[in-house]
């Protein structure tokens, strides 16, 4: 992992509840310990789900890119990381990992998409998450 200013950084234990009954990080907790990594980021920027809902804005995925190289078992101390990597418009993409001790176990794009909570059509990001990537 870099000292890169603009990535995000969440710590994530392994609970028991992550795993199967190998002791294994079942593949969809990934996607899970990823949301709330996006979700801190946007937290660290001010902003909640629940603010955005308020203002009539939704973030939903629109397409996910992941893969997955290493397993990560119950009780490791994993590191969730999130950039922008691009944006647009209406989308912006983040670049995701997870790590364990250093080792890259998992790795995603995801492109999140802000509607309308209304009219579950596109919108603008909101201004305070506009040029993100500028």
Known sequence: MTADPMLFNLPVRVYIEDTDAGGIVYYVNYLK???????????????TQASLLEEQIQLVVHRLDCHYARPARLDDLLDVTAQVTQQSRCRMTFAQDVYSEGMRLCRANVEIACLDAQRLRPRAWPQALAGITQ
Request: zero cysteines; charged letters at 45%; aromatic letters at 14%.
């Open 33 to 47: 310990f990823m949301e709330r990594a996006r979700s801190e980021w946007l937290r660290e920027r001010g902003m």
